[in-house]
Structures are given as C-alpha cells and as structure tokens.
C-alpha cells in the first residue's frame, strides 16, 4: 500500500501561481510512476502530469504544457506540481496519483493508489 497525501491548494487570482505538494508513505516510494490528474465541478477527472520512478521523465497534457512543471524529491518522498500562469479552467480538485506500469500507462489511468484531493480555485 502507498498513502498519498496531497497539500497546497487554495484561491489565487488568474496569472498567479500554486505548488502543490503530495507526500507518500508505505511501500517503497521511488519505485512508482507518480502524477497528477484534476476534476473540474461536473467534469471527468482528467490527466494533468508524471512523472517517471527515477524523476527523468516527465510528460504533461497539452493544456499544461509551458505553464504546470512536475518534479519528485525521492529523498523526502514529496512529488510536486509548480503551476503558473493560472487560468480560470484550471479549478478543480487536483489529485496524486501512483502508478507501477510507469508514466504512459498512469497518464491514460493505470493508476494504483490516489490520493484524496486539494481544491484549486482561479478567480478571473
């Protein structure tokens, strides 16, 4: 079992800038793909970023790219999520995701373990 805990949400104004963080603890962390996915109020839960096991790899989705940096600091077991330049669609509740089959198959949902959530919200 991995418990993943995210942190860092809150209001900001368009333009502005968040880090999300997400702790894990259990089994042994640094060998999980981790990323990032959000759901928007009345929307599906979409894939957002990853990160691969050894931090070398990293892949975004379109609406991210240039704006969201993923990164993982194994020695702290903390993955984070710098967002910049933020837009107003970019609220929802941001999630961390775990995965063993690495970063390709997280991003289209082979996620093992989520975390419970923080709530983003840009104001325009």
């Known amino acids: 079992q991995v418990q993943l805990g995210e942190s860092g949400g809150g209001l900001v104004q368009a333009g502005g800038s968040l880090r999300l963080s997400c702790a894990a603890s259990?089994?042994?962390?640094?060998?999980?793909?981790m990323g990032w996915f959000r759901q928007a109020p009345g929307k599906e839960r979409e894939f957002v970023a990853a990160?691969?096991?050894?931090?070398?790899?990293?892949y975004g989705a379109e609406s991210v790219k240039g704006r969201f940096t993923i990164s993982r600091d194994s020695a702290k077991n903390t993955m984070y999520l710098q967002m910049n330049s933020l837009k107003p669609e970019d609220t929802a509740v941001y999630y961390c995701?775990?995965?063993?089959?690495?970063?390709?198959?997280?991003?289209?949902?082979?996620?093992?373990?989520w975390g419970k959530g923080t709530l983003v919200t840009v104001s325009s």
């Open positions: 995701a775990s995965g063993m089959e690495g970063i390709t198959a997280l991003s289209r949902g082979g996620v093992d373990f």
């Open positions: 990160i691969s096991w050894t931090g070398d790899s990293t």
């Open positions: 259990g089994r042994t962390f640094f060998s999980y793909a």
